[in-house]
């Protein structure tokens, strides 16, 4: 019997979270997982980010893994950098849950942390430009749910009235973005022995 095999990854922006498509069209015309490693037959996504979304993404072979880490007590955080300067009762509003649309039904958030950050993180540079400073203010917080509903931070921090403009996770569990770059693998021996550890490493500083 074959031992499951596990990654880190650092999805990189414009990628999307599968390996390659069938759709002769879409694979001309987007980027997959699949040209930054050769991952081996039947690796599988542990959840997603969209095409537009960075950080750290895990990858296994293992069905039961995928399963144990999907679920509702594993916290996933995300540094968001923010259309405007956000206030306190945007952020008390982030933290107690709001009503987002999942699958164009009403959906409340479940609570979860919510902070500004007091700077830009030490992040590396996006490809594509976010926009120009004179265009107003942004702002940088950190944001941390155990749900994942599809683009769920981008929904929510819209919802409060400060759009995302980059959205970067870089924590799931004990696991951390920490020095990894964009399109970075690594593989590991137990990936759900990392996420249920203590987080021991700062993600990112800001």
Same mark, same amino acid.
């Given at each position: 019997?074959?031992?499951?095999?596990?990654?880190?990854?650092?999805?990189?922006?414009?990628?999307?979270? #599968?390996?390659?498509?069938?759709?002769?069209?879409?694979?001309?015309?987007?980027?997959?997982?699949?040209?930054? *490693?050769?991952? !081996?037959?039947?690796?599988?996504?542990? &959840?997603?980010?969209?095409?537009?979304?960075?950080?750290?993404?895990?990858? %296994?072979?293992? &069905?039961?893994?995928?399963?144990?880490?999907?679920?509702?007590? /594993?916290?996933?955080? =995300?540094?968001? +950098?923010?259309?405007?300067?956000? %206030?306190?009762?945007?952020?008390?509003?982030?933290?107690?849950?709001?009503?987002?649309? /999942?699958?164009? +039904? !009403? =959906? +409340? %958030?479940?609570?979860?942390?919510? *902070?500004?950050? !007091?700077?830009?993180?030490?992040? @590396?540079?996006?490809?594509?430009?976010?926009?120009?400073?004179?265009? &107003? @203010?942004?702002?940088?917080?950190?944001?941390?749910?155990?749900?994942?509903?599809?683009? +769920?931070?981008?929904?929510?921090?819209?919802?409060?009235?400060?759009?995302?403009?980059?959205?970067?996770?870089?924590?799931?569990?004990?696991? $951390?973005?920490?020095?990894?770059?964009?399109?970075?693998?690594?593989? $590991?021996?137990?990936? $759900?022995?990392?996420?249920?550890?203590?987080? %021991?490493? #700062?993600?990112?500083?800001?």
């Amino acid at each position: 019997m074959t031992e499951p095999r596990h990654f880190l990854l650092y999805k990189p922006f414009g990628y999307l979270s #599968q390996f390659r498509s069938e759709d002769a069209r879409e694979a001309r015309k987007k980027r997959f997982l699949g040209e930054l *490693h050769d991952f !081996p037959a039947g690796t599988m996504a542990i &959840g997603r980010l969209d095409e537009h979304s960075e950080g750290l993404l895990l990858l %296994t072979t293992d &069905g039961l893994a995928s399963e144990r880490i999907r679920r509702k007590d /594993v916290e996933k955080e =995300y540094y968001a +950098q923010l259309d405007g300067s956000i %206030t306190d009762e945007a952020l008390a509003r982030l933290r107690t849950g709001v009503e987002i649309s /999942v699958e164009h +039904q !009403p =959906y +409340q %958030t479940l609570p979860g942390a919510a *902070h500004r950050l !007091p700077g830009a993180p030490d992040l @590396p540079p996006r490809p594509r430009k976010i926009r120009d400073d004179r265009h &107003g @203010p942004t702002s940088w917080v950190s944001i941390a749910v155990t749900e994942g509903k599809n683009r +769920q931070v981008r929904k929510m921090t819209a919802a409060v009235g400060f759009p995302t403009l980059r959205l970067v996770r870089v924590r799931i569990g004990g696991v $951390v973005l920490a020095d990894m770059v964009p399109g970075e693998v690594r593989e $590991v021996a137990d990936v $759900v022995a990392l996420v249920l550890a203590p987080v %021991t490493v #700062q993600a990112l500083s800001a």
